[in-house]
């Protein structure tokens, strides 16, 4: 195993994934350091600084998931495609591990994946490139001119990708209602809460 690569990680952690299509199902998580979006509404700032966090190598990364015993894994950040993840792949497929994508689209994607959940930015806007990797899109709507940011989103992602709309936490209650009715409007997406914040877990 190749232990002269190494990567910025800001946390690793074993939970169960809070929202999205994969919502409920238990997971890995390996939180990489970071950003070049930062939202003002992340609540993982720390995690925009790669320079802040502690390197660690691809074999300390794989010891600390086989204690476990899981067969999936969460690949988040920041936003990981900042990193080449080809050979990070590699070997936790070689592993039987399933290996989950959380990105904003900004980077051109390394490493393969049994999932990829897009999560694009209108401030920062993803890579036309990016569209068609989506098994999943997952726009959040902190406010109305995010309906038809996410519209236009969907229309460059392919025909089997999973569309949902998912409500800034801090303004949960405002957006809310009009996500639900939009979706009633529109049915073509789902909504995603993070439901993690909800259960008070990772």
Same mark, same amino acid.
């Given at each position: 195993?190749?232990?002269t690569?190494?990567?910025p990680?800001v946390?690793?952690?074993y939970s169960i994934? @809070?929202?999205?299509?994969h919502t @409920?199902? &238990?997971a890995y998580f390996?939180?990489?350091g970071?950003? =070049?979006?930062?939202? @003002? ?6 995690s925009?600084? !790669?320079?802040?966090?502690?390197? /660690?190598?691809i #074999? ?5 998931? %086989?204690? *476990?015993n899981v067969d999936?894994v969460v690949v988040t950040?920041?936003? &990981?495609l900042?990193? =080449?993840?080809d050979?990070?792949c =590699? ?6 591990i %399933?290996l989950?994508l /959380? $990105?904003?689209?900004?980077? &051109?994607?390394s490493? $393969?994946w ?7 930015k209108?401030? #920062?806007?993803p890579?036309?490139s990016i ?5 999943e ?7 109305s001119?995010?309906? +038809?940011?996410?519209e ?5 992602v392919g ?7 998912q409500? +800034?936490? =801090?303004?949960? +209650?405002?957006?809310i209602?009009?996500?639900? +009715? *939009?979706?009633?409007?529109? !049915?073509q997406?789902?909504?995603?809460? %993070?439901?993690h ?5 990772p």
């Open positions: 195993m190749n232990d690569i190494t990567f990680i946390e690793q952690f994934q @809070g929202e999205g299509y @409920g199902k &238990p390996v939180r990489f970071g950003c =070049n979006v930062c939202c @003002g509404w992340c609540d993982v700032k720390e925009w600084n !790669p320079y802040i966090h502690a390197t /660690e190598s #074999h300390d990364i794989v010891q600390k998931i %086989q204690v *476990y999936s950040g920041g936003e &990981p900042m990193h =080449n993840l050979e990070f =590699n070997i936790l497929h070689s592993k039987s %399933q989950f /959380e $990105t904003s689209g900004t980077h &051109p994607i490493g $393969t049994d999932w990829i959940c897009l999560s694009p209108k401030h #920062h806007k890579l036309d569209y068609l990797y989506a098994n899109l997952k726009v959040v709507i902190d406010e001119l995010d309906f +038809e940011w996410a236009l989103c969907a229309h460059k025909a089997n990708t999973l569309l949902y709309m409500p +800034e936490w =801090n303004s949960y +209650e405002k957006a209602p009009g996500i639900v +009715e *939009y979706i009633k409007k529109h !049915p997406w789902r909504i995603s809460i %993070q439901t914040k909800f259960m008070n877990i």
